[in-house]
């Protein structure tokens, strides 16, 4: 009977403490809506992992697309925790230029949904992307990313170089 209470009181205190944190993440999710939304169009709020909110805004200006993230841990500072960086190469087609951000973390995907929902309410037929040999140290977590997310990936492993594409399932 005292173990049951125990586990209990400790399920009540854990509980207690992410009720806390994600009161935290609101209030602070307001402040930096609010300063996010001065420079850039905010598209979403999204929960990548373990109870953290991120804020998820775009800088598009029909030569460039930037889907930008940011988490509600913190004070918004001006600068992204996570972005995908994108170009149009012509009207129906976004090419991703880098990724830059933590690994692992859920933001990459929540990045690409977005970037993919963007795609296709401007009708852009294909997003697309290469591989670069500085990107070998991480290969086999880039394709099952991008494998994830239903790109053609293609490696060329002499050569240490890749290509991957991305279509709409209405095409």
């Known amino acids: 009977m005292f173990t049951q209470l125990t586990e209990k009181n400790q399920n009540a205190e854990e509980l207690k403490e992410t009720l806390d944190d994600l009161e935290f993440q609101l209030f602070r999710m307001q402040d930096n809506l609010k300063e996010i939304a001065k420079k850039y169009e905010v598209i979403g709020v999204d929960q990548p992992e373990d109870n953290q909110l991120v804020i998820v805004s775009a800088q598009n200006d029909g030569n460039a697309c930037k889907i930008m993230l940011n988490e509600c841990t913190k004070a918004y500072r001006g600068a992204w925790d996570f972005a995908i960086d994108g170009v149009y190469e012509d009207n129906h087609t976004i090419f991703i230029g880098d990724i830059k951000g ?33 990107d070998w140290d991480h290969l086999e977590r880039l394709i099952h990313f991008y494998e994830k997310h239903n790109f053609e990936v293609n490696i060329d492993y002499t050569n240490k170089c890749g290509e991957i594409e991305w279509t709409p399932a209405y095409q």
């Open 102 to 134: 933590p690994a692992n973390k859920g933001y990459g995907s929540v990045c690409m949904n977005y970037l993919k929902e963007v795609a296709v309410d401007q009708n852009v037929h294909v997003i697309k992307g290469d591989i670069a040999e500085r």
